[in-house]
């Protein structure tokens, strides 16, 4: 079983849709979280960092945190085609380990 | 630009061939990390180094070998490749151990390693 688990998809929304993105966990020991940002053939870029349960706030993205779960959730409202990237989700006890990632097109 | 600089960006080779690929972290970063991207792997930790010393490894392969020097710039040496080996290799750095964002990574733009 994989540290990380996350769905590849693909995911395809319409333009304005909110994007739900998910991972889920083994390791108890995470205590940092995070959300990157891929687009093709680019280096991952971070979207979002938290370190305790709850929701987080940047703008249109959100970013929640169950640990009691092992559950984390990217959320992304009124969606543009310029989010269509691949987005993985990251998470750090000693070591960094990353979700396979989801592919997201948001189409005009 | 993320501030990590990542050279050669496209690399052609051929197996049994040997290839070294460059990272300068971040300005002001001490941490260096390697990551492998293939199709059907995902991101994988390979390694990273913490002003000069060996901090964590991965899965990497013995056939594999990293170092930073003492100006803070890595080196990932592939060796007697094959063509698995064929990959994204992204290099990424963070901030000193205790800082706020010492865990948070940011990467290089990748080196795109094709072995023939």
């Known amino acids: 079983q994989k540290e990380v688990e996350q769905d590849p998809g693909p995911l395809s929304v319409p333009e304005g849709a909110i994007v739900s993105l998910n991972c889920t966990y083994s390791n108890s020991a995470f205590q940092y979280f995070m959300w990157y940002r891929q687009y093709s053939r680019k280096g991952p870029e971070l979207l979002m960092y938290?370190?305790?349960?709850g929701n987080k706030e940047d703008g249109r993205f959100t970013a929640q945190v169950d640990k009691s779960s092992k559950y984390i959730s990217l959320f992304i409202r009124d969606s543009q085609p310029s989010d269509s990237a691949t987005y993985l989700c990251?998470?750090?006890?000693?070591?960094?380990?990353f979700g396979a990632g989801t592919t997201v097109t948001v189409r005009a | 630009d993320s501030g990590v600089t990542q050279t050669p960006k496209h690399l052609i080779t051929a197996t049994g061939q040997r290839v070294t690929l460059r990272c300068s972290p971040r300005s002001g970063d001490l941490s260096v990390y390697w990551y492998q991207q293939s199709l059907d792997q995902g991101l994988q930790f390979l390694i990273q180094y913490y002003n000069g010393e060996e901090r964590a490894k991965g899965n990497i392969l013995e056939r594999f070998s990293a170092q930073q020097f003492p100006d803070l710039h890595s080196e990932l040496n592939l060796s007697s490749l094959e063509l698995g080996d064929s990959a994204l290799y992204f290099c990424?750095?963070?901030?000193?151990?205790?800082?706020?964002?010492?865990?948070?990574?940011?990467f290089g733009a990748g080196s795109r390693l094709t072995v023939l």
């Open positions: 990251a998470m750090r006890s000693y070591k960094l380990s």
């Open positions: 938290t370190y305790s349960s």
């Open positions: 990424a750095s963070s901030d000193r151990r205790g800082s706020s964002r010492a865990n948070v990574l940011t």
